[in-house]
């Protein structure tokens, strides 16, 4: 019969092992009732409709999806390529996919640990390969910002509201904030150092375990890893993430189109105008999943009238299975490919050529 103490591992384990499918099945529902509930403001959905636009969808229509897809996920590993040295965009777009993968199947830290692996296998310096990793998802958070700006020239071509005029500049102005800051920690250790030290105050004030010093030794060490390739990396990253959030919008603007939205109804400017203004939207949990889309729905019906409404969510629905369960499908792919030419260099450096013959 199990001790008490024994129960309460037991009961412990249980509990670390569902606790993290509990959180994002908590972020899913949340969303879509968030969505949902958004939605019906603009008007009653009818789901028949719906499934019938999205049967309208022909096998081919597939083809383009998913080329626009790898074009997304190539320029979207452009970043990492030119912030870790001797790292390939192969590689770059294998690492970050792979990650993506782990990260959506396995506990945290999961995703860090393929990525580590990974580049100890391309005989790479993971401390250096994970400072990479951070530039690039501070880069993000930065064109995720000057979206709004891109979309701004789109709706010149539709009507600007003043309001998304006051949303494009703030939002710029916090891109803006971001440059600044790395260009900053790029500049001296100890510019770094403080503001390593200041921010671990911050922190400290909700969170009495962080040592703000700790912060500040951290912060310097991490700039002198990023230093050099962030002054020569930064512009083509830059453009490669524009790119990549413009291929979203090209992967948006087909599945739209496919589900039989035509010119008349939704137009090009429209469409990538008023998906860029509402980008900032996918900081939110599984990239604005539910939020960004309400937000969406709810202008394009505006915009092309209610009997619409569920064609458009068809077409939200078609970019969404592309964009999230296509890299899914193409990290799986390279996860297992990465781990069986691993395999076999490991066992070729156990075993070389011709050693079963030396021992016979």
């Known amino acids: 019969m199990p001790t008490s103490s024994e129960s309460g591992a037991t009961d412990e384990g249980l509990w670390s092992r569902h606790r993290f499918w509990l959180r994002p099945l908590l972020i899913l529902v ?4 968030v969505g949902i509930f958004i939605i019906r403001f603009v008007g009653a959905i009818d789901w028949a409709q719906v499934g019938s636009a999205l ?18 996920q190539t320029l979207n590993a452009v970043p990492l390529a030119q912030f870790v040295k001797g790292l390939t965009l192969r590689r770059s ?3 970050d996919l792979s990650a993506v993968v782990v990260g959506t199947l396995a506990p945290p830290p999961g ?15 993971p401390v250096t390969g994970m400072a990479g990793v951070t530039l690039n998802m501070i880069t993000f958070y930065s064109v995720r910002f000057l979206a709004p700006s891109v979309g701004l020239v789109f709706l010149a071509f539709e009507g600007i509201e003043s309001g998304q005029v006051v949303q494009a ?12 800051v790395l260009m900053l920690l790029a500049r001296g250790d100890s510019l770094a150092e403080l503001l390593g030290r200041s921010a671990g105050r911050v922190v400290a004030r909700v969170k009495s375990s962080v040592d703000p010093q700790g912060w500040a030794d951290s912060v310097v060490s991490f700039r002198s890893k990023m230093v050099d390739t962030l002054r020569a990396g930064l512009p083509k990253s830059m453009a490669g993430l524009v790119g990549m959030v413009l291929a979203d919008g090209l992967v948006l603007f087909l599945a739209v189109r496919f589900v039989g939205l035509g010119t ?7 469409i990538f105008g008023t998906f860029l203004i509402a980008y900032p939207l996918t900081i939110m949990p599984l990239a604005g999943f539910g939020v960004l889309d309400a937000a969406l729905v709810a202008t394009w019906t ?9 064609t458009i969510i068809a077409g939200l629905a078609v970019w969404r299975a592309v964009t999230i369960l296509g890299p899914l499908v193409l990290g799986g792919g390279t996860l297992a490919l990465w781990r069986r ?8 450096r156990a075993n070389p050529p011709g050693i079963d013959d030396k021992i016979s």
């Open 111 to 125: 995703d860090v640990v393929i990525r580590v692996a990974m580049f100890k296998s391309w005989a790479i310096d």
């Open 30 to 33: 949340v969303s879509i009732t």
């Open 169 to 180: 500049l703030l939002s710029l102005l916090i891109a803006v904030a971001i440059l600044v």
């Open 302 to 310: 505006v915009a092309a009238g209610l009997e619409y409404e569920a």
């Open 341 to 348: 030419r691993h395999s076999d260099e490991r066992s070729n």
């Open 55 to 72: 049967g309208q969808l022909a096998w081919w229509q597939f083809v383009p999806l998913v080329a626009a897809l790898i074009l997304r």
């Open 93 to 95: 777009m294998q690492n």
């Open 264 to 270: 008349e109804t939704l137009s090009l400017t429209l």
